[in-house]
């Protein structure tokens, strides 16, 4: 479903990506390959994820088709919505309550609580992303959080990572993880530390190299719930 989005998004941004430096070599844009051919391979590949959740009871495949249309709206909204990083949030967190669905039959608040602070780490990851193409989309009339935050950018991304680690806590808690839970927790807050340091300086490439830090940030976390769940007595 991530590789679909990624070709629906990329057939949204055709006509945009060829003025932006980052990318205007895209396959799409470029014309590498036509805009059928990314038409094509989204739905192929939203169809067999769909064939994948089959052996799964019916509010999984229920929770699927709100998934499907996430993904499919997102790349849209840059066009009309301020903070459409929040739909991508949407979008990316919608496997958690699926995943409760398919073992539980039922989507409890923990569920809930893990996919509002991953809508929020969304936010944080994504408006870094956004903040290497800033001048770009201002000038072609489109809208990111990056520009609808302004100069409150770095503060927004930094209480949006400090509720995605709430989040994280509120829910270890719960469950009842072991203490050895918090050795990942501080790893993602040093991850999260280092990655408000690279956005404070506002360069593309510190941005840039920021947002594609945030696998070692979930990396961390879940290493800590690995070691919550395997050491809990």
Request: aromatic share 14%; hydrophobic share 55%; with cysteine.
């Amino acid at each position: 479903m991530r590789s679909a989005g990624c070709a629906i998004n990329d057939y949204a941004d055709r006509d945009f990506d060829k003025h932006v430096l980052r990318t205007q070599h895209r396959p799409l844009t470029s014309g590498k390959i036509s805009k059928y051919e990314a038409i094509a391979i989204a739905v192929i590949l939203a169809l067999i994820s769909f064939a994948l959740i089959q052996p799964f009871n019916g509010l999984t495949k229920q929770l699927s088709v709100v998934a499907v249309l996430l993904a499919a709206i997102y790349p849209f909204t840059k066009r009309f919505f301020s903070i459409p990083q929040a739909i991508l949030g949407l979008a990316f967190g919608f496997g958690i309550p699926m995943a409760f669905a398919a073992v539980q039959n039922q989507i409890p608040l923990e569920a809930w609580i893990l996919f509002v602070g991953n809508v929020f780490w969304a936010i944080a990851y994504d408006t870094a992303y956004a903040m290497v193409d800033r001048d770009d989309d201002l000038r072609l009339g489109l809208k990111t959080s990056a520009i609808t935050f302004g100069r409150l950018d770095v503060t927004v991304i930094s209480i949006c990572y400090g509720l995605l680690l709430v989040s994280q806590i509120w829910v270890a808690e719960m469950i009842q993880l072991s203490p050895w839970f918090y050795v990942g927790w501080f790893l993602a807050l040093g991850c999260a530390v280092y990655e408000l340091r690279l956005v404070a300086t506002r360069q593309r490439e510190a941005c840039f190299k920021a947002f594609l830090h945030n696998n070692w940030l979930g990396a961390a976390l879940f290493f800590g719930i690995v070691l919550g769940l395997a050491l809990r007595s």
